[in-house]
């Protein structure tokens, strides 16, 4: 498995994810899977983030297995890889995050 797959299987399946919450900026890579040896793949690919099992919403429901990146450098890392592999309406998502986290944790930002 390589970081073109990774990347594909991102855009599919994954979100990006950017909150203000007072004086802060939060972002969040996740993506949800009912197939946790996929999940694992594309662990073992970016080599970051954590998977979890989401609680059951039903007996009869599949388990749902979520991986999530909330590190700033990570999610920075992950989305510069995955850029040349995206399609044009995700690379345009991926970077206004980039562009947002370079402008909000500038300096140049708080002078």
Do not use: Q
């Amino acid at each position: 498995m390589n970081i073109a797959w990774a990347a594909g299987l991102f855009e599919g399946e994954g979100t990006i994810r950017s909150n203000t919450p007072p004086n802060t900026m939060r972002y969040s890579l996740t993506m949800k899977l009912t197939d946790l040896d996929v999940l694992e793949k594309f662990h073992k690919v970016i080599g970051l983030g954590k998977i979890k099992r989401l609680p059951l919403t039903a007996p009869h429901h599949k388990p749902i297995w979520i991986w999530t990146l909330h590190n700033k450098a990570g999610c920075v890392s992950v989305l510069e890889k995955f850029l040349p592999y995206l399609g044009l309406r995700r690379a345009h998502k991926a970077l206004d995050k980039l562009d947002d986290i370079e402008l909000i944790h500038s300096d140049d930002f708080f002078r």
